[in-house]
T-cell receptor
Framework: AQSVTQLGSHVSVSEGALVLLRCNYSSSVPPYLFWYVQYPNQGLQLLLKYTTGATLVKGINGFEAEFKKSETSFHLTKPSAHMSDAAEYFCAVSLSGGYNKLIFGAGTRLAVHP | DAGVTQSPTHLIKTRGQQVTLRCSPKSGHDTVSWYQQALGQGPQFIFQ???????QRGNFPDRFSGHQFPNYSSELNVNALLLGDSALYLC???????????????FGAGSRLTVL
């Protein structure tokens, strides 16, 4: 069965500092991987996704993630945090098959302080 | 272009009651999925509808049921509400592509259900 583990339920960084949100997955077959962001009282918005090909994926708002098969990881990074990045971030995995069922991690709440 | 719209945004029910939540998918999408997001947790897949049929279901009891209409909109029904059903219910839409699991889901803002 597939699963997603996000290390650290809360991460706090200073404005301008590196953001690193960790995600490890478990899957018996090559997965599709996603990062979503959720702002207060809003739905989930896609940041980026990995399907096949290049393992370094660039997303919106300056975020990127690297798929490392050997480490079963898909960590999310941003070189310089902005106050507007404060939100809840979810890593998710999906399998081929057309139904796009997403399995989410528990989420990481990112706080950015001045 | 309107995205996914859900109604109501908030509602309060008591134990044992029934609730219906509604979802209109993004224009051009034909598939609707429902997720339950309990406080402090990630969303959990409830079920998915395509061509007015339930195509896939997560680990939720039969108290959770749904429907998809010819215009692709969908309803989520929960019977015999329990305190543990209190959560944010998210609807997501997508365009079905056979054999492809990486379609981007567009999420609505959710319906927050409180069961007292």
């Amino acid at each position: 069965a597939q699963s997603v583990t996000q290390l650290g339920s809360h991460v706090s960084v200073s404005e301008g500092a590196l953001v690193l949100l960790r995600c490890n997955y478990s899957s018996s077959v090559p997965p599709y991987l996603f990062w979503y962001v959720q702002y207060p009282n809003q739905g989930l918005q896609l940041l980026l996704k990995y399907t096949t090909g290049a393992t370094l994926v660039k997303g919106i708002n300056g975020f990127e993630a690297e798929f490392k098969k050997s480490e079963t990881s898909f960590h999310l990074t941003k070189p310089s945090a902005h106050m507007s990045d404060a939100a809840e971030y979810f890593c998710a995995v999906s399998l081929s098959g057309g139904y796009n069922k997403l399995i989410f991690g528990a989420g990481t709440r990112l706080a950015v302080h001045p | 272009d309107a995205g996914v719209t859900q109604s109501p945004t908030h509602l309060i029910k008591t134990r044992g009651q029934q609730v219906t939540l509604r979802c209109s998918p993004k224009s051009g999408h034909d598939t609707v999925s429902w997720y339950q997001q309990a406080l402090g947790q990630g969303p959990q897949f409830i079920f998915q509808y395509y061509e007015e049929e339930e195509r896939q279901r997560g680990n939720f009891p039969d108290r959770f049921s749904g429907h998809q209409f010819p215009n692709y909109s969908s309803e989520l029904n929960v019977n015999a509400l329990l305190l543990g059903d209190s959560a944010l219910y998210l609807c997501a839409s997508s365009l079905y592509q056979e054999g492809y699991g990486a379609n981007v889901l567009t999420f609505g803002a959710g319906s927050r259900l409180t069961v007292l």
